[in-house]
């Protein structure tokens, strides 16, 4: 393999999402996913005047970037907005991102128990593009291939 070759973002920018109650969710114009672990960072101060430290994983959140190519985002986020008033209960949801690997295996990673979030529904400015943030947060992350 050569010393300079690495995955781009469109190697792992392969997601399907699917909610539990609304079924798969299309997000149209999708240009960019982030995902970060979380922790919960613990200190404990010993009484032999050592400090210990641990990291206790604490979930994955991350981000959808789409360019609004039509109203997939906005029409999720409003029959979840309107199944919230007629008091259905909450729906979650899976993330399955699938990475094209440099030497053409495939991966794939399984976010669970993620709920998810419109933080941005446009910026309209005369001729520029309208950008769209989806925000998510999940349980866990697993390897299913």
Do not use: C
Not at 119 to 127: I, P, R
Not at 135 to 145: F, N, R, T
């Amino acid at each position: 393999m050569a010393a300079n070759t690495f995955n781009i973002g469109r190697d792992g920018l392969q997601l399907t999402t699917f909610d539990a109650t609304l079924g798969q969710v299309q997000f149209n114009g999708l240009t960019g996913f982030t995902a970060k672990p979380r922790y919960k960072k613990l200190e404990s101060e010993g009484a032999d005047g050592v400090t210990r430290f641990r990291n206790v994983p604490n979930g994955h959140e991350g981000t959808f970037e789409i360019d609004r190519v039509d109203s997939s985002a906005e029409a999720y986020f409003a029959q979840k907005e309107s199944n919230f008033f007629a008091q259905y209960p909450p729906s979650q949801s899976t993330i399955t991102q699938t990475v094209t690997e440099l030497d053409g295996t495939v991966t794939q990673w399984q976010y669970t128990n993620v709920e998810m979030a419109l933080e941005n529904a446009g910026d309209w400015k005369a001729l520029d593009k309208v950008p769209l943030q989806v925000s998510w947060s999940a349980s866990k992350k697993i390897q299913v291939a």
